[in-house]
């Protein structure tokens, strides 16, 4: 089989129903400029025309999608701050006719990157060089470490982390010796459990380079999981087009893959079909988002984009709170949204749709889950906890009989902590009328079913107004 024909079997191998369902498409498509709409699908499917014709500068992107003349005046000085690459696959997920389009705003250049209002914004927030004891090794966790392994991604995104070392100019191709540290710094640390290969994107290394890392680290006794971050599924998915890259990373049993949607519309036929091939060659796909101000921060995308995972069988994994980096202010929401979301997530989907939120703390604290929370209030013998229909509920952890003997009369969630109360419902929860409406149905088709016998019906038990605003039962 040709390399062109191994790529089609890869493209186009799956039907798009295996994903998404019969009557449903994926929710992102890539539209042609017009600029390439004459392309031939081979080309169009080959990752290396993706790459050579990615768009890199103001003076292609003038050509293609509207700006003012103040943003291609302040887009253009930003061009010597961070780089540009946007694959054209990519960049037909934009819609041209909005200035906010969220695709638009993860790729291209905007006069917002200038501000720093607050003066927070640093050039490494974690402080991952500080944490580094070889060049391009950070290890802060005790069982972890990151490689950054290449300067080079598929896309720039507007709001990455460690722009600091993307913008290195010249190739890092051959192995070097700083590489050869790496790998001999996790051999003699045997702590190390979990290697995290990232860069840059590690995915538009060079075979023989990218080879030379997950080898040799699965080759490590003490490394049990090797994990690839990568965008190249999301931005470039032709690049997993190429069997041969599906068959090393599956070659390497060790190896999972955390990948990196923000929008639902960056899940596409394309993305679906990479992401499936990933998992049939028996490599695990997390998914990484992060909470983006006109991207993602509203509750209806965020339940999208989780739900068109979950449909790819890509597991979410992190919701990452914009870190505080040079150009990326403006993307940065505050974490009252964030909880706001994961608040609106929890209990109304699948908990394999949820996330961890986190932030990753300054001066190399690492990442803090930050959550709404649940637990209410405690006592010596229980805990009051709260659910996502704000049900209030006593729970009793241990096994044991009560250990006070105080049955002063009380009310509310201490009533919960004494024993005297087991819940405290919200009014016209949802769930308990249709409890109701079910008992009510159960009685009377009991009724109808036994004519000649006397069926004792159970009374319905109706919600009573508390005087501390909750419903009880």
């Known amino acids: 089989m040709s390399e062109s024909e191994v790529r089609a079997s890869v493209a186009h191998g799956f039907p798009a129903e295996q994903f998404c369902g019969e009557d449903e498409e994926p929710p992102g498509k890539s539209r042609r400029h017009p600029l390439w709409r004459d392309i031939p699908d081979h080309q169009w499917n080959d990752w290396r025309w993706q790459s ?76 991952e060089d500080k944490d580094s004891p070889v060049p391009g090794l950070t290890h802060r966790y005790p069982d972890r470490a990151l ?42 640390h045997s702590e190390i459990r979990d290697v995290i290969v990232s860069g840059g994107d590690p995915l538009t290394l060079p075979v023989a380079k990218l080879r030379f890392f997950l080898e040799n680290l699965a080759a490590i006794p003490h490394v049990d999981v090797v994990r690839i971050g990568t965008r190249v599924p999301v931005t470039l998915p032709q690049r997993l087009f190429d069997q041969s890259l599906v068959d090393l990373l599956s070659s390497v049993g060790k190896v999972w893959v955390q990948t990196h949607f923000n929008h639902p519309r960056e899940i596409t036929v394309e993305s679906a079909r990479v992401c499936m091939a990933l998992l049939r060659a028996g490599v ?26 979950l449909k790819i069988k890509v597991r979410p994994y992190y919701l990452f709170h914009c870190d505080p980096v040079i150009g990326a202010g403006h993307f940065r929401t505050s974490v009252w949204k964030g909880m706001e979301i994961m608040e609106g997530l929890r209990g109304h989907m699948s908990g ?113 107004r508390s005087v501390d605003g909750f419903a009880r039962e």
């Open 352 to 464: 394999l749709g949820i996330p961890t939120y986190v932030v990753d703390s300054p001066h190399g604290g690492g990442k803090i889950p930050v959550m709404p929370n649940y637990v209410v209030s405690a006592s010596d013998d229980a805990v009051v906890l709260r659910n996502y229909e704000g049900m209030l509920v006593r729970y009793q952890a241990e096994d044991k009989p009560l250990q006070t003997s105080d049955q002063t009369r009380t009310r509310g969630v201490s009533s919960l902590l004494q024993g005297s109360k087991s819940a405290l419902i919200p009014e016209n929860s949802e769930r308990m009328v249709r409890r109701q409406l079910n008992l009510l149905t159960t009685s009377n088709v009991g009724s109808a079913g036994c004519q000649s016998e006397v069926v004792e019906k159970e009374p319905l038990m109706p919600l009573e």
């Open 147 to 188: 490689l950054v392994t290449t300067h080079v991604c598929s896309m720039y995104c507007r709001f990455c982390t460690r722009k600091r070392a993307t913008m290195v100019r010249g190739g890092w191709d051959s192995i070097s010796r700083d590489d050869e540290r790496m790998i001999e710094y996790v051999r003699a």
């Open 52 to 127: 050579q014709n990615a768009i890199r500068s103001i003076r292609q992107l003038k050509g293609l999608i509207r700006f003012t003349p103040d943003e291609i005046e302040a887009i253009g000085n930003l061009e010597t701050e961070y780089k540009t690459a946007i694959p054209p696959y990519y960049f037909s997920l934009i819609n041209p006719d909005d200035m906010d389009d969220p695709i638009r705003l993860q790729s291209i250049p905007s006069p917002l990157e200038k501000t720093n209002p607050s003066g927070y914004e640093l050039v490494d927030p974690l402080e």
């Open 284 to 309: 695990p796909v997390n998914n990484h988002t992060v909470l983006l101000r006109g991207v993602n921060d509203s509750l209806d995308t965020m339940r999208q984009l989780m739900r068109g995972l």
